[in-house]
C-alpha cells in the first residue's frame, strides 16, 4: 500500500462514505494520528498510521499528526522525534499539521472551567486510593465523594489554586459530575485534571496541573476540526465519555470509530514492556534490530514498501485476532526480492584450492545483480585459486537427497565453474578445513559444452579479494507465539530467546560490497537478505540478517532428525 493508495474496504471506510453521501461534516475527511510521546513508534501503530492516513487520502481528506502529551512524568523529546523521523519513513506526510496536546493547555483549562461553571465538574479531594474505593466494581455500583457537591465558587476557587501550583501533588483533582452507578466504570466520575508538578518537554515548568487523557483527546479531536477519530479496540469503552465531554461543552463532534488493534505473533506491542527491554539492557536501544519498533525494523532492513503492504493487507474489524509473523516476513522477502542487489558472501567459510587452476590468474566473472530488475545490469566478480564456500556446502559423507559439493562430486559454482572435489584436508578434530577441488576451463559461465548436467549450485567468495566483515543473524526475541502468556510466578522476560542473536566475525564477502554504506539492503544468494549496520566501518562491514530464505535442505534435515 503506497501513502496514496485506497485502504481495503472496511466498516470504517464504509462508515466514511455514507457520511460523504449525507454530507456530515460538510463532505469533510479529516483524520489524525495521536501518539503517546512514551516510546518508539513500532509495528501495531504502523497499522494506525497506514489506515488513519490511507482513508484521508482516499477521500480527498488531510490526517494530522498530534502528540498527546498529558502525561510529563513518561514523554521525552526523544519520543516525538522518533514518531516524527518514522513516520517520514514510513512514507507519511503531514504536510504542516504538526500539533501537539499541550499546544490546546490554555483552552483545555477555560473548558474545565466551564463545566465547573454549569455544575458538571467539581473538585474532589479523596486521595487516588481513595477514589479507587469509592469507585465501585463491574457488580456494584460506586459512591458520590464527599466532596461531589461543593458550591461552584468554592470549586473555582479551588481550582485556580490548584492552577497557581498552592497545592502539593496528589492532593487534589477535578472531576467530571456524571453517573457514579454507570455500568461504564469510565462514567464514574472521571478524573480531569491532576496536580503534577513536574517538567514537560514543551512547557517546562508553566503547568502545575495536567488535563487527563480522555479529557484532552476529544477537546483536541474538535480543536483540530477532525471528522473521523480512529482509535483501537481498548477506547471502545471510553467513547460514551469522549461524547459526554464533547456535548457538555456544546462544541465540534468528531466521530470516535474503533477498530482492532496489530497484534503479531513472537511480538510485544507494550511500549512499556518494550522500555524494560531497553532499560534492563536485554537489548542494545530502542533501535534494535529485534525489536518491532519501526526504526529496529528499519536498521534490520525492513523496507518501508513492504511494511505499507503488509497494513494494507490486514483486516479491519471489531475482532481482535493475531497475525503471524510469516506473513510480514512475506511482504518484505516479496519486496526484497524485487529490489535487492544479489551478491555472494560466506558466513562459515571452508577454503577451496582448485588444484589445476593457474596460481596468479584472476578472472573476471559477470553475475547478474537482479534477475527481476533487468535494468539493475551486472557487475564482474573476481575468481581466483582459491575460495571460499559455506561450511554446509560440503559434506565428506553425504547422506541421501544431498547433491552439494561431495568427495568425487561435481557442482557448479555460481557465474563460474564446475568444480569437482579430489581431497580433504582435517584439523585434528578431523573436522574438514580445506578441499582440493579440480575444475573444468570449459564450463565458463556454469555450462557444459558437453550438456552433462550438475544437481547443485553453490555459491563462493575470491579469497584473495574477500572483505572480511560481522554479520549478525537475527531470530525471534521470544520463544513464544504469545510472549505474554506465561505461567504463574513468571513473566514475559522467562519467554526471552538466548538464541535471538548470533554474531558472526569471521565472514567473507565479495569485493563489491566493500562500500556499501549504512541502510543498504542486499541478497546475499542462498541465504537471505541483509542490511548494512549503522554499526559499520571500513575497517569492518557489519549486515544484519533481514529475513532469511527458505532452505529445501536445512527443512529435510529438520524433518529427519
Not at 501537539?100 to 473538585?123: H, N, P, T
Not at 505461567?487 to 514475559?492: I, L
Amino acid at each position: 500500500m503506497n501513502p496514496s493508495e485506497p485502504a481495503r474496504s472496511n466498516f470504517i471506510r464504509d462508515i466514511i462514505i455514507e457520511d460523504l453521501e449525507t454530507g456530515k461534516y460538510g463532505g469533510r475527511v479529516r483524520t489524525r494520528f495521536p501518539p503517546e510521546p512514551n516510546g518508539y513508534p513500532h509495528i501495531g501503530h504502523a497499522k494506525s498510521i497506514c489506515l488513519n492516513f490511507g482513508l484521508a487520502a482516499e477521500f480527498g481528506g488531510k490526517t494530522n499528526l498530534r502528540f498527546d502529551d498529558t502525561n510529563p512524568e513518561k514523554e521525552e523529546q526523544q519520543y516525538v522525534d522518533a514518531f516524527i523521523r518514522d513516520l517520514r519513513w514510513l512514507g507519511f506526510d503531514w504536510e504542516d499539521r504538526l500539533y501537539y496536546a499541550s499546544d490546546y493547555f490554555g483552552q483545555l483549562f477555560e473548558w474545565a472551567l466551564a463545566l465547573i461553571r454549569k455544575g458538571s465538574a467539581f473538585v474532589c479531594d479523596l486521595s487516588g486510593d481513595e477514589v479507587r474505593e469509592y469507585r465501585g466494581t463491574l457488580s456494584a455500583p460506586g459512591r458520590e465523594s464527599p466532596y461531589r457537591n461543593r458550591a461552584v465558587e468554592e470549586n473555582l476557587d479551588l481550582f485556580g489554586r490548584m492552577r497557581a501550583g498552592e497545592f502539593p501533588d496528589g492532593s487534589r483533582t477535578l472531576r467530571a459530575k456524571i453517573d457514579m452507578a454507570s455500568p461504564n466504570l469510565n462514567l464514574r466520575d472521571p478524573i480531569l485534571y491532576r496536580i503534577l508538578q513536574a517538567e514537560h518537554h514543551r512547557t517546562g515548568s508553566e503547568w502545575p496541573i495536567y488535563p487527563m487523557y480522555d479529557f484532552a483527546h476529544g477537546q483536541s479531536d474538535s480543536i483540530e476540526g477532525i471528522t473521523h477519530s480512529i482509535c483501537t479496540l481498548e477506547f471502545e469503552d471510553h467513547r460514551p465519555l469522549y461524547d459526554w465531554y464533547i456535548d457538555q461543552l456544546g462544541i465540534h463532534h468528531p466521530q470516535q470509530i474503533e477498530f482492532d488493534r496489530l497484534n503479531i505473533t513472537y511480538t510485544l506491542m507494550s511500549k512499556r514492556k518494550l522500555l524494560q527491554l531497553v532499560q534492563k539492557g536485554i537489548v542494545s536501544g530502542w533501535d534494535d534490530a529485534r525489536m518491532p519498533t519501526l526504526s529496529g525494523m528499519r536498521r534490520r532492513g525492513y523496507p518501508p514498501e513492504a511494511i505499507r503492504s503488509f497494513c494494507g493487507e490486514l483486516g479491519v474489524s471489531k475482532t481482535t485476532g493475531v497475525v503471524e509473523l510469516r506473513l510480514l516476513e512475506h511482504h518484505v522477502r516479496q519486496e526484497l526480492n524485487k529490489t535487492a542487489p544479489r551478491m555472494m558472501a560466506v558466513l562459515h567459510p571452508l577454503k577451496v584450492v582448485i588444484d589445476n587452476y593457474p596460481e596468479d590468474h584472476v578472472d573476471e566473472l559477470d553475475a547478474v545483480n537482479n534477475p527481476e530488475d533487468p535494468s539493475a545490469g551486472t557487475r564482474k566478480v573476481p575468481f581466483s585459486r582459491e575460495l571460499y564456500i559455506e561450511q554446509d556446502d560440503f559434506r565428506e559423507d553425504p547422506p541421501k537427497q544431498y547433491y552439494r559439493l561431495s568427495p568425487g562430486r561435481e557442482v557448479r559454482l555460481r557465474w563460474g565453474y564446475f568444480i569437482t572435489c579430489v581431497s580433504v584436508v582435517k584439523n585434528e578434530n578431523g573436522e574438514p578445513v580445506e578441499l582440493h577441488c579440480t575444475y573444468d576451463p570449459a564450463t565458463r559461465g556454469g555450462n557444459a559444452p558437453d550438456g552433462r548436467r550438475v544437481k547443485a549450485t553453490i555459491h563462493w567468495v575470491s579469497a584473495a579479494h574477500a572483505v572480511d566483515a560481522e554479520v549478525r543473524i537475527y531470530e525471534t526475541l521470544f520463544t513464544t507465539e504469545n510472549p505474554n502468556e506465561t505461567p504463574e510466578g513468571k513473566d514475559f522476560l522467562d519467554n526471552l530467546n538466548p538464541a535471538s542473536l548470533e554474531v558472526l566475525t569471521a565472514c567473507k564477502l565479495e569485493p563489491a560490497l566493500k562500500s556499501a554504506a549504512p541502510g543498504e539492503r542486499y541478497q546475499f544468494e542462498r541465504l537471505g537478505y541483509f542490511c548494512v549496520d549503522p554499526d559499520t566501518t571500513p575497517e569492518t562491514p557489519v549486515f544484519n540478517r533481514t529475513v532469511a530464505l527458505r532452505d529445501t535442505w536445512a527443512k529435510i534435515e529438520k524433518r529427519t532428525a
